[in-house]
């Protein structure tokens, strides 16, 4: 009997409450067609659920307790621009700061692949150029909650956000992107598995000491070139020379940035999915946020959501090595290959006219006629 797979999905505000049943629709279209059993659990949460409960919580008290027993999350995005707290934060971070820190989500997993018939702004580059994955650090960084202010006489005097890199924090994240590596083709430019280190070393002490433990795991995998890159000159050639590019481990806050920036190369936000993936846990969203200019429209890209949750079926397939999952996987990238290179449904992100339902629609329908 086949192993039914609790999932719960996070719209959340935005575009996220348009692109997340869009990705519903399609595991249900790849549901009919294997041994999948799914059970989808809604979860609430978010800026939107904040101002319907009278501005006191972001989402429902059992709401964490869903997700941690749920074998999988698939979440949209959160924040309403102009919705905060008093001290000027975004409403909904603690949604995402809750299940990251609280399920210990440490390796933000970011790919970056360009696929046929969708347009990329360098000139010359092609798909097979463009396949490479952002392993980002998860807990630490500038993103722990260690900041303030300063206020004196009603004045805001001074600012302080601490940065913190761990050697347990630094070393897992670094395991990860060298086992990912193994699991790859290599580099397109010469097929050589090689994971790249992006860091600010010549300067900041905790990139000098996330470097330290680089070159320390590295030394276990050797049959995996190790290469460095100072977090400016990294964004000058991964837009020149992307095919040079397999496997990238930063830090959490340059590990933001740089994907924001990668993501441009794949087609954009609406192209680039993403996993927060941990020891036990792990939760799949597309990199893009609440979009609030045409959140409504019904013409947001739902591709990235629906990769975030082909990247969930792998991740379920090996944990479980379940073979179902795995081909699933591959069906749900094959439905979406064909319909970027077929170029008759797609949204005006990638220069159609398309709704996000259509799209979805088109990869569902799809996905019945993979083999």
């Not at 409403?91 to 440490?106: A, E, H, Q, T």
């Not at 004045?155 to 302080?160: G, P």
């Not at 900041?204 to 890159?229: H, M, N, P, T």
């Not at 979406?336 to 569902?364: F, N, Y």
Request: hydrophobic share 40%; proline share 5%; charged share 30%.
């Amino acid at each position: 009997m086949p192993r039914k797979y609790k999932i719960a999905f996070l719209p959340g505000d935005g575009i996220g409450r348009e692109v997340i049943p869009e990705a519903l629709k399609v595991l249900r279209a790849v549901e009919e067609l294997s041994n999948l059993n799914f059970e989808f659990i809604p979860v609430e949460g978010g800026a939107t659920y904040w101002l319907k409960t009278g501005r006191r919580e972001e989402w429902p008290p059992e709401a964490y307790s869903i997700c941690k027993d749920s074998d999988a999350i698939l979440f949209g995005a959160v924040g309403i621009p102009g919705v905060n707290y008093p001290d000027g934060t975004s409403v909904g971070n603690k949604v995402i700061f809750s299940l990251r820190f609280g399920l210990d989500l440490y390796a933000n997993v970011r790919p970056v692949k360009l696929y046929d018939g969708v347009p990329c702004p360098l000139i010359g580059k092609k798909p097979k150029d463009i396949d490479f994955v952002i392993v980002r650090e998860n807990t630490e960084d500038l993103y722990i909650p260690i900041r303030g202010f300063l206020e004196r006489g009603e004045t805001r005097e001074l600012a302080i956000d601490v940065r913190v890199v761990t050697r347990r924090g630094s070393e897992r994240v670094i395991k990860y992107a060298f086992e990912l590596c193994r699991r790859r083709n290599g580099a397109p430019i010469d097929g050589r598995r090689r994971v790249t280190c992006i860091d600010k070393s010549n300067v900041l002490r905790g990139c000098l000491f996330f470097r330290q433990i680089f070159d320390e795991v590295a030394g276990k995998y050797s049959d995996v070139d190790k290469d460095y890159a100072y977090v400016d000159a990294f964004t000058q050639w991964i837009i020149t020379r992307p095919e040079r590019y397999d496997v990238c481990v930063t830090t959490n806050m340059f590990g933001d940035i740089v994907t924001d920036l990668t993501s441009v190369l794949q087609g954009g936000m609406g192209m680039a999915p993403s996993g927060e993936i941990g020891d036990g846990k792990a939760m799949f969203e597309p990199i893009h946020g609440t979009a609030p200019d045409i959140a409504g429209k019904g013409i947001a890209n739902p591709i990235a959501t629906i990769l975030s949750a082909k990247m969930m079926l792998e991740w379920l397939g090996d944990k479980y090595e379940d073979e179902s999952a795995r081909k699933a996987a591959l069906r749900i990238e094959e439905a979406v290959k064909r319909v970027l290179a077929d170029g008759r449904v797609r949204t005006p992100d990638l220069g159609g006219s398309s709704r996000t339902s259509e799209v979805g629609d088109a990869i569902a329908s799809i996905v019945k006629q993979v083999d």
